[in-house]
């Protein structure tokens, strides 16, 4: 016998555990209806942030994952944005990156939209995130296991295209392309647990965890756009766990 770690014995769920995080999701998902249906012109971030604190306690799930983020315009280029009296204006991208959880088990996702038609700009940006996604989980649905590689499959991507935007510079090298954070985490009964999408990541996902993939592009005086769906990884590839739709034409909601 051979000793294990705990949080490599927490990364797998139960099916018990699962159904609590997929019911979490759930009701994500209808907040986020809910608050895309709520827009206006003119309603600033706080305002909407609130609605979706008073529309997770109306659905039963009042012990949130995270605070949620909302970012209008500009602000959605930091990923650390805390809503303020931004107001939404005609042509802002919008992104939310909210959750619940339901018997201490955590969800997560991110969705970005453009409030009114979108310039050439805002959907190459959200065409690109979208592609790296898809390659990295493309990846997955393969059966490559090796966090860093998985990570490096959408950041390669990214980089390649966005390295010599004056917008997107920063320090490091991995975070050239605007994408300054890691690919995705685990998630669990808390938002961020083992393992990590990560460059120098070490870690092999093993079958059972349920992964986020959240690429996102952030480009400084312009905005941003991340997409961040959970994935349940399995024995030979993968279960997305996220239903919103996220094509183009899904995006623009006015
Ligand atoms: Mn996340």
Known sequence: ???????????????????????AQRISEKVLRYIVAELYTGITE???VNKIKKSFIKYGAPILSFPPIVAFGKNSANIH????????????????DIGTSVNHYCSD???????GKPNS?????YLDVLKAQELAVRKLEKGERRAWIIDKTARDFIVK??????????????????????????VGTVIHEWP?????????IPAGCVMTVEPGIYLKGFG???????????????????KPPKSLKDAILK
């Open 1 to 23: 016998m051979k000793t294990t770690l705990v949080h490599e014995v927490r990364a797998v769920k139960s099916k018990k555990e699962l159904a609590n995080l997929i019911k």
């Open 46 to 48: 706080i305002k909407i």
């Open 81 to 96: 944005h805390e809503p303020n009296k931004t107001k939404l204006k005609v042509g802002d991208t919008v992104m939310f």
């Open 109 to 115: 996702m991110t969705r970005t939209y453009f409030w």
């Open 121 to 125: 700009r805002q959907k190459k940006v």
């Open 161 to 186: 295209k966005y390295k010599n935007n004056p917008a997107s510079r920063r320090r490091s090298n991995a975070s050239r392309g605007g994408f300054s954070h890691g690919l995705g985490h685990g």
């Open 196 to 204: 990590n999408f990560k460059p120098k990541s070490p870690d092999i």
């Open 224 to 242: 941003g756009v991340r997409i961040e769906d959970m994935y349940l990884i399995t024995k030979k590839g993968v279960q997305c766990l996220t």
